[in-house]
């Protein structure tokens, strides 16, 4: 190899005056002085602090103790009775309707006003549902007004509730128009594997209602506003444009009229997707908290989480259709003689298809719990790494803990939880910090120790 003139230079000036020591004095060559040198391993120091994860959570569910944790538990855990007493009421209004004959009756009433067995299904669906919203009214109103007031969880008087009420009972007697004659026309049409065509079109159902939610049903509720420019709508807006969200706003609710709770949703399917959190979460919250609970709520439109529920739930919506077909032929066969009902293609047999799918979805809460809860276990996980901000995300779920137990049992967890508890995400959070801890950002915030 021919090396470069200026190097050839630069090495002549080093080894000149040595050459030329030699030979000035005539010494012949000889070996260097050399000397043993030890190495050793140095010890490898961490200059990292050090962090405790599950230290870090008890001091953070440390915070709410008291009567304040005492209220949360006695809240949530008054919810586990409800799933059954919901499940009773319902068996005991739709038992009623079969056994007194007033299921038989709306039937035949409906046939002497019109030969249209279309139009006899929409009479039916629309009494039906105003029967049942009768029948369960005193319990509707215990759950939804003054359980809700007596542990400070609404903002509503009586009037104001009894408008909400009114708006989904108008929606549930749309609903009974359109889908009670399409549910009996496709039950003529296929005969034994009706429940097939049943399921299908329930879960097409829920899509549509999934599309059309945030564009017409949720703004029946609540006033929805453009959030006002701010930090904080540009740190969302930035957010949503780095997961690829398609939205250019976000809209502020005004859920603070009804409720206490904090909430926020990226919701919609297939075109509507809408950002949205509520006032009290403006209002309670931090702006690092709003991002964290947003970045949570990105991760279910990210990861497609619509889509894998519509799919699981359609799974399960199946195997209540096959349950609700053989129930049907089994309970006709013992009873259907007094309830003057013998096919299922009966209208007046509508009663004993929402008995069934009420036992059956009371049966399957763990497993429809679990779908969720899994899914909301992602999007926990998705939002710390999109946002980066573990200790506001432990105070945002301390926040839940109004109506939401934070300590629960593992089997308690499993069946009746459809989000983690608060330890599971405030330790979700935590663990994430320690993995990060080493991260400028992150190594310098600090956690309850």
Do not use: C
């Not at 903002?155 to 509730?161: E, V």
């Amino acid at each position: 190899m021919r090396l470069p003139l200026p190097l050839l230079a630069f090495l002549a000036l080093f080894a000149f005056p040595a050459l030329a020591q030699d030979q000035v004095q005539g010494l012949p060559p000889r070996a260097a002085p050399t000397a043993h040198v030890q190495v050793e391993q140095l010890a490898v120091v961490d200059a990292t602090p050090k962090f405790d994860a599950a230290r870090a959570t008890d001091a953070y569910l440390a915070r709410v103790g008291g009567a304040a944790r005492a209220r949360s538990d006695a809240y949530f855990e008054g919810g586990y009775w409800l799933i059954l007493v919901n499940l009773l009421w319902t068996l005991v209004v739709s038992g009623l309707i079969l056994w007194l004959g007033v299921s038989a009756a709306i039937r035949d009433w409906a046939a002497e006003m019109t030969h249209s067995r279309a139009s006899q299904a929409m009479i039916y669906g629309v009494a039906y549902v105003a029967i049942m919203a009768a029948g369960q009214f005193p319990l509707t109103v215990y759950e939804g007004y003054f359980r809700e007031h007596s542990y400070g969880l609404s903002n509503q008087d009586f009037m104001s509730w009894l408008g909400d009420y009114g708006t989904s009972l108008a929606l549930a007697l749309v609903a009974g128009l359109i889908f009670v004659p399409l549910l009996y026309g496709a039950i003529k049409r296929a005969g034994q594997s009706w429940w097939l065509w049943g399921a299908g079109l329930t879960i097409l159902s829920g899509i549509v209602v999934t599309v059309i939610l945030p564009i017409f049903i949720a703004p029946l509720f609540n006033h929805y506003s453009a959030l006002p420019k701010s930090p904080l709508k540009n740190e969302i807006l930035s957010l949503a444009r780095a997961n690829d969200i398609p939205a250019d706003n976000v809209w502020l609710v005004d859920a603070s009229r009804q409720t206490n709770r904090i909430s926020a949703n990226v919701s919609g399917f297939l075109g509507t997707t809408r950002i949205s959190l509520n006032d009290n979460l403006v209002n309670q919250g931090t702006q690092d908290e709003v991002l964290a609970v947003l970045g949570h709520e990105m991760g279910h439109y990210v990861m497609g989480h619509i889509t894998r529920l519509i799919l699981l739930g359609g799974l399960v919506t199946i195997t209540a259709f096959a349950f609700m077909h053989w129930g049907f032929i089994f309970l006709t066969g013992l009873f259907g003689g007094q309830w003057q009902v013998r096919r299922v293609e009966d209208v007046a047999g509508l009663p004993v298809l929402v008995a069934l799918a009420s036992i059956f979805y009371f049966l399957a809460t763990p497993v429809t719990n679990t779908i969720v809860r899994t899914t909301e276990h992602q999007a926990d996980i998705f939002g710390l790494d999109a946002v980066r901000k573990p200790d506001a995300f432990a105070t945002a779920m301390l926040k839940l803990s109004t109506y939401r137990k934070l300590e629960p049992g593992k089997w308690e967890e499993i069946i009746f939880y459809d989000h983690p508890s608060g330890r599971t995400r405030i330790m979700d959070a935590m663990i994430w910090k320690k993995e990060h801890i080493r991260d400028t950002d992150i190594r310098d915030t600090v956690s309850p120790q």
